[in-house]
């Protein structure tokens, strides 16, 4: 059993955790395929008319996958800790009313931090330039704050007194995105900037209103930060970009075909 109080062990807790997160993306990736099969099609068709051995390996899949991380489940020694709670006791004007409340407050941060903000410099620029367009880059700004954090929102405490427990934490987060104004804590690694340019371009595609929404209605159908599709595609980009950055694709492009495909 692994101890965090040995160095080797570390390493491989810290391993085990980014695989972790490669295979919850993967995941992710294919409950949204199989959302869009769940909403074109019924459970009677698909028995029916599915092709028979591709329909065997996903099931086959799936039991598997439930046979796994069930097993994994039954030995947290805090349950409470990865329990979803049911959004059904939301009724849409909460919904709404939420979708409202982060959507002014991410332009009332956009406006706070614009006046300390600086454009992206030669070096990140040129980085960048491969991945995305340069009408994007040239309205980035970002902030690189020292020895201070964001504190979380002032409406998580009401959402955490309506049981939504599982917000993420501002303080542990890189950097935030609010439209086109990125916000550092410390250092900008190229990784890190570009995961909040993914977010730039979701912001500059869909526009504040339908970013929020798809990012509230996300989270409160996961319970998850990560696992919000938008979250999601932007690490899948990420990872791609740091694992073979010589190899250039437009990330607008990206977003525009998971947009299309109602991925989203």
């Known amino acids: 059993m692994f101890s965090w109080d040995k160095t080797g062990d570390r390493v491989a807790i810290v391993q085990m955790n980014a695989e972790l997160r490669h ?33 065997r390996k996903a099931l086959l899949s799936t039991s598997a996958l439930h046979h796994y991380y069930s097993g994994i489940a039954s030995q947290v020694t805090d349950p409470d800790s990865i329990d979803s709670v049911s959004n059904s006791s939301w009724q849409e004007e909460r919904v ?76 542990h987060m890189a950097s935030l995105t609010f439209e086109n104004v990125v916000v550092f804590h410390g250092e900008i690694a190229a990784r890190t900037l570009f995961h909040a340019l993914v977010h730039a371009v979701q912001f500059e595609v869909l526009g504040l209103e339908h970013y929020t929404e798809y990012f509230v209605r996300g989270f409160l159908r996961t319970r998850s930060h990560i696992s919000v599709p938008l979250e999601a595609h932007a690490f899948t980009l990420e990872s791609k970009f740091a694992g073979a950055p010589e190899q250039h694709f437009s990330v607008e492009e990206r977003v525009r075909l998971w947009i299309n495909q109602g991925r989203y």
């Open 23 to 55: 295979a919850q993306l993967e995941i992710l990736s294919a409950q949204c395929a199989t959302d869009r099969l769940r909403l074109r099609f019924s459970a009677e068709d698909i028995a029916r008319h599915a092709q028979r051995d591709v329909l």
């Open 96 to 171: 709404i009313e939420a979708i409202g409340k982060v959507a002014q407050y991410l332009h009332e941060q956009r406006d706070h931090f614009r006046p300390q903000s600086r454009p992206l410099n030669e070096t990140q620029r040129s980085m960048m330039s491969p991945f995305f367009a340069a009408a994007l880059l040239d309205k980035i700004r970002i902030v690189a704050l020292e020895g201070r954090r964001i504190s979380n929102p002032p409406f998580y405490a009401e959402a955490r007194a309506q049981g939504i427990t599982s917000l993420p934490e501002f303080t």
